[in-house]
Structures are given as C-alpha cells and as structure tokens.
C-alpha cells in the first residue's frame, strides 16, 4: 500500500511527458495505432471522401487507385470510407463487450475471493460450466435463440464473457486478502464494501486491465466472425467481418474487397496487442514490488 | 370401353428423337471407363425419392431411380422411361402403361407390377410431399403381369408430367419394406447407377447398375462411366479451384462473378444452359404492408433491375416478365413492369405507407441474394420505405416464410417438371397446400383459369390459359421477380456430353471421358 501511495506522488510530481517516457516502445507503438485508429473512426464523417452507403453502377469492383484508395466493392461502393465508418462500429461494438462484462466480472470476483464460503463455491461452478464450452459455440447458441443483430451480440456477450474477470480478479484476491494491510483494514471495523471496493479491488484489478487489452481484439474478431456468419452487423452497415465475407466471393478477382477491412482488423489487433503487453510489463512489475 | 384410345407415344418418340439427335455422339469416339469427379454446391440429404424436396437429394436420385415417364435429353420434353409405352382413353379417364419388358433392378430382382403399384401409392398418398400431384387419381391396379391401370377422378392434362417427378420413381418393393431407413441410404431402384458408398456431408460414390437396360451408341449397355464421385463443396471458390488445378471435372454452380475467368481457363469449358429457375422477393400479402397491391406495385417499380443484373448476375440471364420459370407455357406477350422510381413514390403516398420498417429477408452467407438486397434496399428507399436487410439461416428463413412470419424475402424456385401446373398451382392458387407459396395470394378468377388449365387437353388452349395466368399474377405484383437464372457450370475439356437439363440435373449416364 505504501509502495501504491508513493508511485501516486511521482506521477503526480512529474508531468504528463515523463509518464509517457516512462512507457516502453510497444506500448507507444500501440498507443500511436489505436489512437490514430480511434481518430479515424471520430473523423470518418469528414475524412470519408464517399458516402458508405452509396451505390454506384458504373464503378464496380474498381481495383485500388484514384479516386478509390481502397477501390470498389462489388455495388460500387468506396471501400476507403467503408472501412473508415466501420472503425466507428467495431471500436464500439468492442469497447462496450470489453469494458462492462469486466466491470461486474472484476467485482463479481473480487468479492467472492475475500469472502469465499457458499457464494465463492456457486460463482466458480457456474464460471467451470460456462467455460467448459467453447465461448463461440455459446454465444453462437444464444444468438440462435435470441437471433441476429447487435443487441443480441450484446446480450450474449455480457451474459458470457464476465467470467474470465470473475476468475483472475478471485485469484488474485485470494492472494491479497492474506496481507497485512487487509488484515489491518478489518481490525479497523471497515465495513465489507469498503474494505472489498476501496482497499481490494485497486490490487487485484491489474491483470483484468492487461487481460482486456487482447480481450478487447477477441472481441472485434468475434463480432467479425459472427458478422461473417450473418448473425452479427446486419447489411448494408460497413462492419469489417461483414465486408470480409461480401469480399469471399471475390477473392479471386477482386482481392482488395476483403483484403482491405482484414488489413483494418490486424492493425486494430497488433495496436491493442502491442499495448496489452506494454501494460502487462508496467503494471506486472508495479504489482511485484508490492509484493 | 378400350376402343377410342389415344395413342400419346409416337408424338413423345419423335420429339424425343428429334431432341437427341443434335447431342448424340457417333459409336466411334465414345470411351468408356473412368472416374467423373463433381464438385457440388447442395449436399445429398436422403436417396429415398418419396420425401426429399432439396435438390441436393432430387439430382442424385435421377441417376439412380427411374420413374415410368422421364425428361428427355433436354428436360423440356418427355420421353418412355419403365412404362414402354401407354394408352388413355378418349375421356381422359382411364391411362394403360405396358411396363418395359426384361428390366432388373440393381440386385437383379426384375421389376414387377406391384414394384410400380406400390411406389405410385407411396408419391399419391395425400400426406406425402408430391400427394398434390396425384390428387386427381382414383386408382392404381394390375391389369395384368405386364400392365398398370391409371383411373383418374377427373381428366388430368399433366398426368405425365407427374409421373416423371423424380418422387413418383418406381422402387423395389420388398427391399424397401424389409427397412425404409436403410433404403435412403443404399437405394434398391433400375437407373444407370446405384450407390457405392455415401457419407454425409462429404460425398456420394456412384457405380453402375450392371442391369441396366439403355444401351449406349456403341451397343453396350449404359454408363460410360466407371465411377461418378458427387463431392459437396459449399464453398465456390474451392469448386473453381478445384476445377483449375484437376481435382474436380466438373464444378456445378460456378459463381457468376468468376464465370468469365473460368471459361478463360485452359482446357475447361463454362456451361450457360437454360433453366427452369426464377430468382424473386416472395412478398406476403397477408401482412401489412403488401397486404395493399399498391405497395406490392411500388417495389416493383422501384426494383433497379439492371443494376441487379450488373452487378448479381453479370449479365448473365434475363429480366423476368413472370411470377413463374420461364416453363413450356411461358408467353412473351407479358410486359415487364418498368423501373420507375417516380411512380414507386406516387403510389407509396397513395397507399399512406405508415414508416414502419419493411424486413427483406435473405439466407445468411447467400452473397449474390445479399447484394440483390443492398440494391433493392437502395431503390425502395428512394420510393419513400423504410427498409431492414435481416439475415437467418436457409431453414430458418424457409421455415418463417412457410408460417407466414415474413414481409418480403429473396429467394428463387425451380420446377421440377417442364409443365407449368405443377408451379403454377404451387404459387397461384390460392386454395393450394402452401397458401400460394407462402404469399397468401388469393384471387378467384386465377383459381377457375387454374383448374380449367388442369382438365383440358388442347396444348393451345391451355398455353392460352396459362398465358392468361401470367398476365394476372404479375400485374397483380404477386412477387418481386428478379432473374430467370440459367445453369452456369464449368467443366474439363475431358468431359463429354455434359448436358444440365432444364430441370436441373444431369444424365450421368450418357456422360463419358476422353482420356
């Protein structure tokens, strides 16, 4: 705890630019490609030379060049702007599957890890069943039932993908709440939510965050699986994993229809990767030497 | 009773010889022997003929089970098949078919009466898929050893057309009722092949019947082939690959998108070949908002068929002017509705369309019926409707659309025979099985016209009738029609007389290699 409250104070003492030298080059690298990544998608409107939308006859399956950067699906549509509006999608659609099911996971699973007893034994049967099955094979079930469409992938996904969390915030609770400072918290008389929410969840939130920085690339290329399949994006919305699989068709002939939002999908994922490793070394180490 | 009897045969054997005469080949240069290896896009699901309706099952079963009456050598006509020939009295009531003598089954058990009985009972039972068929029979019974008896309830123009639905094929009776499972998957039937082996889900091993009765050009009895391998491969571009690199000799269903780079491949050949298939957006009238012919009326104007053209089918067909494939009784004489934006909006605003979204459904990962359902989506809007695309697999989809869960829904139908009742009645008749196919089409005056159709013998008469048919359901914008799609395969060089008929498949049997 005291080592926590004295890396507060540096930070706090130096300014933003020392922070950001202090990072190592993946974690610039990723930053740099996600941030550029995140603006595109902000700006797609006024960088986007062409409507997404827009169907023109007379230029179809146009190969990469000018004025078509990315060229031409097979409606004539502009690729360029089609991937450029699809940044807007798959961010969100992954954003939103990464951050609120880690939410109530880590929680979920912090609690369960200082209090154990009946709750922890019923919270961990429930995650064995829920990860003895393929997490694609599950969602796939429940989107059978509840059918197509993005609130479903939603639905299906925050019913799921807690549980990861649930099971490394619980590891590491497991381990914290053996320490002096937990010990000495309960001497105090805090109350449960305090000690757990306050105290707990600041040291065993690290792995989770690390964790979603590649559950968040898993989950875009789920949603681009599932688009793929025709249970996720519905057309004509420009949703990457969609357009890959209007490109399949074409792949013989018109390479750049698929190729083009693939090469979207593996930036995205390479810029998320490359910051969840530089995560995992910083916070890995900072976690440590609490220890 | 048996004097003033038609004879219907000598005008089946002159069309049918003046059909085959333009692709027989020359007793020279036919070889026999070889495997014939087919990449195929539908996969077989049962070789029982009685139930299936996919054609993944209804094409292999052709090559293995003969009916008594059989498309010809270019599906649009008939030809003698089992019944070698066959009488109906002048009323149109009773139909006598002599059994071709001397035909065994692929056990070897020759083919009886009862085999012919029994199998014609099975397709008209009323339950049975193709009952509807049937509806107008009374009775089968023997005559004699060699001789079955057709009465009818009332006289029935397509009789003949029915009897070669590949469900009314003739079956081995004892082998079938020892054990109906185990019959779908090893067929006990009198065509040019039996089945090898059949594993599902990835292929169909094919061997001839060493009792078949055809005889090729060179004398000897038919196949050619020594092995047919039916290979289900979902995946086009692995067809098309498979075709360029010899691993397949024959890739049916050749994505249109690449037809051009595969007929400019070395040594393969592209097949375009007329078909009995049209592409539509079924519409359910018994459903806000095409409940109103004013906006069945509207997508119809506001569909941009030759953008579809361009860019789904890459010019490859023609625009429809029918609700129906282009079938025997096809008339030219309908027009087809224009593309006409501005009527489509007129006539939205007529109908006081309320902006509740309209659903157009396509099958997921069906990627030309998707792109034909961007570009209608686009013109619809433009009319002034709110439009979703929403996706469920094949089945789902086909199931929704079968309880009338639906708005509109891309899709396409074959005919499985070259006269029209059979679709005619399946799509325009209101008082039919299946709701007029799934739209909940009703109109009277199409019903009489229909039932007319059905009992009078006149092939003039009834071309008239049917053209008058036409003329109504299209103008009363039963569907959506979008394409009559032809047959677009590709081939090997090595291949010979590879034919897809207008029905659909293909005759194995007269199919032969040169090595």
């Known amino acids: ?291 | 009773m048996l004097d003033k009897r038609r004879l219907i045969f000598a005008a089946l054997v002159l069309s049918t010889a003046l059909g085959g005469a333009s692709i027989a080949a020359s007793a020279e240069d036919v070889k026999r022997g070889g495997t014939l290896t087919v990449a195929r896009p539908e996969e077989a699901l049962t070789f029982e003929p009685f139930t299936p309706s996919d054609n993944g099952s209804i094409y292999n079963i052709m090559q293995i089970c003969e009916p008594l009456i059989v498309a010809d050598a270019t599906g649009k006509g008939l030809e003698p098949s089992l019944a070698e020939s066959w009488t109906a009295s002048a009323d149109g009531l009773t139909y006598d078919f002599k059994l071709r003598p001397g035909v065994r089954f692929s056990n070897g058990k020759p083919l009886t009466v009862e085999d012919a009985i029994f199998s014609l009972q099975k397709v008209a039972d009323p339950k049975a898929s193709f009952g509807f068929a049937f509806d107008a029979v009374k009775a089968f019974d023997k005559v004699d050893d060699s001789t079955l008896r057709i009465t009818m309830k009332r006289p029935y123009a397509t009789l003949e057309s029915a009897l070669s639905l590949f469900a009314a094929s003739i079956v081995s009776k004892a082998d079938y009722e020892k054990d109906p499972a185990a019959f779908g998957q090893k067929p006990v039937c009198t065509g040019a092949f039996q089945v090898e082996s059949y594993e599902r889900g990835t292929q169909v091993v094919l061997v001839p019947n060493p009792n078949y009765w055809r005889k090729g050009v060179d004398g000897k009895p038919l196949p050619y082939l020594d092995k047919v391998v039916l290979k289900y491969v979902p995946e086009s571009n692995s067809r098309v690959l498979g075709l360029q690199n010899g691993d397949f000799d024959v890739a049916l269903v050749v994505p249109l998108n690449q037809a051009n780079s595969v007929k400019a491949m070395d040594g393969v050949s592209l097949e375009v070949s007329p078909s009995y298939r049209l592409d539509y957006v079924f519409l359910n009238h018994g459903k806000k908002p095409f409940d109103d012919k004013r906006m069945r009326m509207a997508v119809n104007y506001a569909a941009n068929r030759d953008a579809i053209m361009k860019a789904v089918y890459f010019g490859f067909g023609e625009q429809p002017n029918s609700y129906m494939p282009k079938v025997n009784f096809w008339s030219d004489k309908v027009a087809k509705i224009p593309y006409d934006i501005e009527k489509a909006k007129a006539l939205v605003k007529e109908a006081g369309y309320d902006g509740t979204p309209i659903q157009l459904m396509v099958d997921t990962g069906n990627a030309p019926f998707r792109t034909a359902a961007t570009i209608l989506q686009q013109g619809w809007q433009q009319a002034g409707l709110k439009v979703e695309i929403v996706e469920y697999d094949s089945g789902t989809a086909f199931s929704m659309a079968q309880k009338g869960e639906y708005q509109a829904y891309v899709s396409y139908i074959t005919s499985d025979i070259n006269d029209d009742d059979e679709l005619a009645s399946i799509q325009a008749d209101g008082t039919g099985p299946t709701a007029a196919f799934f739209s909940n089409y009703k109109n009277e005056e199409v019903t009489k016209l229909l039932a007319q159709a059905r009992e009078v013998g006149d092939k003039a008469k009834r071309a008239e009738l049917y053209g008058k048919v036409q003329d109504i359901v299209y103008n009363d914008a039963y569907s959506v029609p979008l394409n009559f799609l032809p047959y677009v395969n590709g081939y090997n060089n090595k291949v010979k007389n590879w034919h897809t008929i207008t029905v659909g498949w293909w005759w194995l049997r007269d199919v032969w290699l040169d090595k």
Request: glycine residues 10%; neutral net charge.
């Open chain 1, 1 to 291: 705890m005291a080592a926590v409250a004295e890396e507060r104070q540096t930070t706090r003492r130096n300014p933003l630019l020392r922070e950001l030298g202090s990072w190592s080059s993946s974690l610039k690298c990723g930053a740099a490609i996600t941030l550029l990544i995140v603006l595109a998608a902000v700006f797609a409107p006024w960088i986007a030379p062409y409507d997404p939308n827009a169907q023109d006859f007379e230029a179809l399956l146009m190969p990469p060049g000018w004025p078509h950067l990315f060229g031409t699906d097979s409606l004539g549509r502009d690729i360029f702007s089609r991937v450029l509006y699809g940044a807007r999608i798959d961010l969100v659609i992954g954003f939103f599957t990464t951050y609120v099911p880690m939410t109530y996971g880590v929680v979920l699973g912090a609690y369960a890890g200082y209090k154990g007893g009946w709750f922890d034994a019923v919270l961990m049967r429930i995650i064995d069943v829920a990860m003895a099955f393929p997490f694609l094979v599950l969602i796939i079930v429940i989107l059978a039932i509840l059918g197509p469409g993005i609130q479903n992938i939603y639905i299906s996904v925050f019913i799921l993908a807690w549980t990861m969390y649930a099971r490394l915030a619980r590891a590491e609770m497991l381990v914290e709440r053996t320490k002096d400072y937990m010990t000495a918290v309960k001497v105090l008389g805090f109350p449960q939510r305090r000690i757990i929410l306050r105290h707990g969840l600041p040291n065993v939130i690290n792995s989770s965050i690390v964790f979603s920085a590649s559950d968040f690339v898993l989950n875009i290329l789920l949603v681009s699986g599932l688009s793929f399949l025709g249970l996720g994006v519905q057309p004509p919305l420009p949703e990457w994993g969609a357009m890959i699989a209007e490109g399949r068709d074409f792949i013989r002939d018109a390479w750049w229809m698929a190729t083009m939002p693939g090469f979207a999908i593996l930036a995205t994922g390479v810029g998320l990767a490359l910051i969840g490793d530089g995560l995992a070394q910083r916070l890995g180490e900072r976690h440590h030497t609490t220890v």
